[in-house]
């Protein structure tokens, strides 16, 4: 199983509540800390080595651009099982647009 390193929860605050370079800093701070541990967790899921890399990548952009960080909560757990929880919906949401997009274009 993957390695989390502990939450940096001071980190997770800045990235939500700073200004827009110290954010910034902080996402990149959390990208590098989960990226390796997400990306582990897919390939041992069974997920393919250049398809584990695409979800995490995919997974990392829909966390900055929706701004799914802003909902974590320190006292409902840990991050680590919040991020895996976005993580497997994400999969879970990539799949199914993947067979509706197969499905259409059987009907082409």
Request: aromatic fraction near 12%; charge should be positive; charged fraction near 20%.
């Amino acid at each position: 199983m993957p390695h989390f390193e502990t939450t940096q929860w001071s980190v997770v605050r800045k990235a939500i509540g700073s200004g827009e370079l110290k954010a910034h800093q902080c996402l990149t701070a959390i990208c590098n800390a989960y990226w390796f541990p997400l990306y582990t967790y897919l390939r041992c899921a069974g997920h393919k080595a250049q398809d584990a890399q695409d979800l995490t990548q995919g997974f990392f952009e829909h966390l900055i651009g929706n701004k799914i960080l802003d909902s974590t909560d320190p006292s409902k757990g840990k991050l680590r099982h919040f991020l895996l929880d976005c993580l497997r919906n994400h999969v879970f949401n990539e799949r199914d647009k993947m067979l509706a997009q197969r499905d259409l274009q059987g009907y082409v």
